[in-house]
């Protein structure tokens, strides 16, 4: 298994699953797809209500993912959180639900926190700054393992991040004493539908991400197709191969000297039933991979 790793240059790889009924129900639905990477919402994700993992939550989710067999795990963070509003109201709340996050992944040991960055809704440079100066706060009021993982838009509305060099800035903008704690997850679906031709510039869009944000920065892929055409700053998740951007891409990326060895979550659409459509998807990027 090592041997076979170590030749193929595999990452783990796995989808985002439901945390329904518990934390503790997610690894189990990883492992019925055989996945070695998970992602899931450690609350619900379009509610303000917060929760605390406590000490029997957080043993019993340790247990499971252990017992699943998934290297790398990820929570996805609310989608009502803004960094970046110029509305203090809004973006206190949003600091202290964020801060709920960490504290939730620290507990659980997540590996990784994804969140997309703020909308900065009045001026995007001072939003760009708003952004990073809540990140910063964020992340020294909760210490830990866990990494933050921005990820890259799609660019509708005043979203932040929907190019490679706004995404660098806004980590560059994260005060140094945290900076550390601060990668990078990339959504295909999202740099497509931002304008990111993986399909005629499969190489150009990744040097282009090598220069500006580099390597070191890319902890994540989120692997999606998308419904929606190049540039059209929308983001609609397609099946693997089934959208706009096409196999040929994901092919490449499983392949990738520097792509291959990433940890990748799908999540895309689940359709009638999560676990075949799941199943389906990563023994489609396995063959891909093969
Ligand atoms: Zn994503
Ligand atoms: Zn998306």
Not at 16 to 40: C, E, I, N, W, Y
Not at 222 to 232: E, P, T, Y
Not at 245 to 266: C, D, N, S, W, Y
Request: glycine share 8%.
């Amino acid at each position: 298994m090592a041997a076979r790793s170590a030749l193929k240059n595999e990452g783990p790889l796995g989808a985002h699953v439901s945390s329904a009924g518990g934390t503790v129900h997610a690894p189990p639905r990883a492992k019925a797809l055989d996945a070695t990477a998970m992602q899931f919402f450690t609350k619900q994700a379009s509610r303000w209500a917060e929760r605390e993992c406590a000490l029997e939550e957080s043993t019993a989710f340790v247990a499971a993912v252990s017992d699943a067999g998934v290297h790398i795990t990820t929570a996805h963070d609310s989608y009502l959180i803004n960094l970046a509003s110029p509305d203090t109201t809004l973006r206190a709340r949003s600091l202290e639900s964020f801060v709920r996050e960490l504290q939730r992944c620290e507990a659980l040991q997540i590996d990784y926190l994804v969140s997309h960055p703020g909308n900065f809704m009045d001026d995007r440079v001072s939003g760009i700054q708003r952004n990073a100066d809540s990140i910063s706060e964020g992340l020294a009021r909760v210490p830990g393992r866990t990494m933050l993982l921005l990820e890259t838009t799609a660019g509708c509305g005043t979203s932040i991040g929907s190019t490679f060099e706004e995404l660098a800035g806004l980590i560059d903008a994260v005060d140094m004493s945290v900076r550390a704690r601060v990668g990078v997850c990339v959504d295909t679906a999202h740099i497509f539908a931002a304008g990111y031709d993986l399909g005629a510039d499969f190489d150009g869009v990744w040097s282009r991400f090598s220069d500006t944000i580099g390597w070191q920065r890319l902890h994540l892929l989120h692997l999606n197709d998308s419904k929606v055409a190049l540039g059209s700053r929308r983001d609609r998740h397609e099946l693997i191969g089934e959208g706009a951007i096409g196999e040929a891409p994901f092919r490449r990326i499983m392949t990738h000297e520097r792509l291959a060895p990433v940890p990748k979550v799908i999540e895309t659409p689940k359709l009638d039933d999560a676990e075949t459509t799941d199943r389906r998807m990563l023994a489609l990027l396995r063959s891909f991979a093969s």
